[in-house]
Nanobody, 122 residues
Framework: QVQLVESGGGLVRIGDSLTLSCTAS????????MAWFRQTSGQEREFVGY????????LYSDAVFGRFTLARDYSKNTINLRMDDLRPEDTAVYLC???????????????WGQGTQVTVSS
């Protein structure tokens, strides 16, 4: 079974940048679509963006469009999420997910990482 490991979270200030990474143990049809979600305490997981290994299609949520950028590193089986102009409302646990189809819905993804905390302070 594919495993996903996130890294790169931390404490930053408003307006700072941060890059998260999600490394897959392998690339298969089951994780052809790689997505990032985020979750705060007591809230539903919120879609951030996804990208596709085969074909490269990428989609972002309205909340992060223009500030966050997904990049695929095929040599390392890694998806990088660069986050610019960070705001307090970006504070959350960020989770990487793998799935077969492009979707904004968390139920479409079968494989999840453990999550990494991002905190944006003033």
């Amino acid at each position: 079974q594919v495993q996903l490991v996130e890294s790169g979270g931390g404490l930053v200030r408003i307006g700072d940048s941060l890059t998260l990474s999600c490394t897959a143990s392998e690339r298969t049809a089951s994780n052809n679509v790689m997505a990032w979600f985020r979750q705060t305490s007591g809230q539903e997981r919120e879609f951030v963006g996804y990208t596709v290994w085969q074909g490269g299609h990428t989609l972002y949520s309205d909340a992060v469009f223009g500030r966050f950028t997904l990049a695929r590193d095929y040599s390392k089986n890694t998806i990088n999420l660069r986050m610019d102009d960070l705001r307090p409302e970006d504070t959350a646990v960020y989770l990487c997910a793998g799935g077969r189809i492009m979707s904004k819905e968390q139920r479409a993804y079968d494989t999840w990482g453990q999550g990494t905390q991002v905190t944006v302070s003033s």
